[in-house]
Nanobody, 115 residues
Framework: VQLQASGGGLVQAGGSLRLSCVAP????????MIWYRQAPGKQRELVAR???????GYADSVKDRFTISRDNAKNTVYLQMNSLKPEDTALYYC??????????WGQGTLVTVSS
């Protein structure tokens, strides 16, 4: 199942955005959710991960600026992005470990940070 991320946009450096991703199905609470991003000309990279129990992990480049969270009642995972930098400009995707392993990706949401 392709997941659809939303909430991207154009923001000035230092600004904030909150991305959302809704996952279908009744077992959302049982699996991890991951945010990835792909900047122009670069490989896709993991940004943040949240386990089924709420444990989180972040790429060093976003630690202390981004926060991943989940609302199991809404089947939704969020990425709160603060203190945005131009180098955060990328297409942002959400995925599950299974989707990643099968190379199944939904449409990302574009985040553009101007200097």
């Amino acid at each position: 199942v392709q997941l659809q991320a939303s909430g991207g946009g154009l923001v000035q450096a230092g600004g904030s955005l909150r991305l959302s991703c809704v996952a279908p199905g009744s077992s959302f609470s049982s699996y991890a959710m991951i945010w990835y991003r792909q900047a122009p000309g670069k490989q896709r990279e993991l940004v943040a991960r949240i386990g089924s129990g709420g444990r989180t992990g972040y790429a060093d480049s976003v630690k202390d600026r981004f926060t991943i969270s989940r609302d199991n009642a809404k089947n939704t995972v969020y990425l709160q992005m603060n203190s945005l930098k131009p180098e955060d400009t990328a297409l942002y995707y959400c995925n599950t470990p299974l989707g990643y392993s099968r190379d199944i990706w939904g449409q990302g949401t574009l985040v553009t940070v101007s200097s």
